[in-house]
């Protein structure tokens, strides 16, 4: 199974890792070039780097330069082009600027069915479908919001449920921890999207 992430931005600590292939979305291919991290492609309008940084990014990988007008982000553009070439998908470098882009790519992964996962230093943000799911996480906080009216059970946790229904308007599923390594999350029907969160580290000394 082929894997690729799609780095937009920082806001994740990078290294190579031979199970992923890598596409650098706008700024987030200058980002992996200096990382001397290796591209399939970069791919976006490249409106936020300059010509000489393009020139440099056309010696080491694939260009898909796209228009400036256009009705997709550059994002959205390489999450659906990485869909038709890998078998799962990774964004990173889309939670830590600008809010509406983010709020886009949740509705896309939330209510258009795109599937893909977001990530970042503190999160994993994916959609599960009717299914059993054991969720083995390092991270604290464990919370989940419908997609559509749904039904679920989660189990292991602090604050478990059982066959509760859950309403796209409902937020008391926020920050439930795990009891054990793993957790529990049957989707009875509906579908949800699960974020798994810590709190942010303050790094001031």
């Not at 996480?137 to 478990?160: G, H, Q, R, W």
Request: glycine fraction near 4%; aromatic fraction near 10%.
């Amino acid at each position: 199974m082929s894997k690729v992430m799609l780095v937009a931005n920082k806001g994740y600590e990078l290294e190579w890792n031979p199970a992923y292939h890598y596409i650098g979305v706008d700024r987030g291919a200058t980002i992996l070039r200096e990382l001397n991290i290796k591209m399939d492609y970069a791919i976006g309008d490249f409106d936020s780097i300059s010509a000489d940084e393009l020139v440099e990014l056309e010696k080491v990988t694939k260009i898909k330069k796209l228009p400036v007008r256009k009705n997709e982000s550059d994002s959205e553009y390489a999450i659906r082009f990485a869909l038709q070439h890998y078998d799962e998908v990774f964004i990173t470098g889309v939670t830590g600027g600008r809010l509406d882009h983010f709020i886009s790519l949740y509705h896309l992964l939330a209510f258009a069915d795109v599937p893909f996962t977001i990530v970042d230093n503190q999160n994993v943000i994916y959609k599960r479908k009717v299914g059993k799911y054991e969720i083995k996480t390092s991270k604290k906080y464990l919370s989940l919001f419908a997609c559509e009216p749904s039904i679920i059970t989660i189990e292991n946790v602090e604050y478990p449920l059982s066959k509760q229904c859950l309403q796209t308007s409902d937020v008391y599923t926020l920050s439930n921890e795990s009891l054990q390594e793993s957790s529990f999350v049957k989707v009875e029907k509906g579908s949800i999207v699960i974020i798994e969160s810590d709190d942010k580290k303050n790094t001031l000394k």
